[in-house]
């Protein structure tokens, strides 16, 4: 993990995470998104309804791995309604066919200079955060993150 992080996230060990996701599936999650997303992405935060680990970010944002966790949580706080709204966009895709758009996949939310993706997959999810970029390369990721929590 410490390659992903480099300086800012110190010695990554699993104690260092408050969820239990494992060290593992941590590097495959950020390994995707980096891959997938490139020099663009800024942070990957993995996430349940109690609490996220912030297992990747960009050395150029935030000065200390601390400082990363104080500015992503109320970007968790409020991503987090994902869980609750869940069934309900479930139950908009329609098992009867009375939906056009099919079942929810992720969530793009746009700001003025980025991205913010969150993909749920039960009861954890992943958020990407990215500088502006095409918005295309946001489903293969998306996509590929699914495949790896559903393990």
Do not use: W
């Not at 997959?121 to 992943?126: A, E, P, T």
């Not at 095409?134 to 929590?149: G, K, Q, S």
């Amino acid at each position: 993990m410490l390659e992903h992080c480099g300086d800012l996230c110190g010695a990554m060990s699993q104690e260092r995470f408050t969820t239990d996701i494992a060290t593992a599936l941590a590097d495959e999650l950020v390994s995707i998104a980096r891959t997938g997303l490139g020099d663009e992405l800024r942070s990957v935060i993995y996430f349940t309804p109690t609490q996220f680990d912030v297992l990747y970010v960009r050395q150029d944002i935030y000065e200390s791995h601390e400082a990363a966790r104080r500015a992503k949580s109320p970007l968790v706080d409020l991503e987090s309604v994902g869980f609750v709204e869940a069934p309900v966009r479930s139950a908009l895709s329609g098992s009867d066919g009375s939906i056009e758009f099919g079942p929810y996949s992720f969530t793009i939310r746009v700001h003025d200079n980025g991205f913010v993706v969150r993909k749920l997959v039960g009861d954890v999810g992943v958020l990407l955060t990215t500088d502006s970029m095409n918005i295309a390369a946001f489903r293969d990721a998306a996509t590929a993150i699914e495949r790896h929590l559903k393990r």
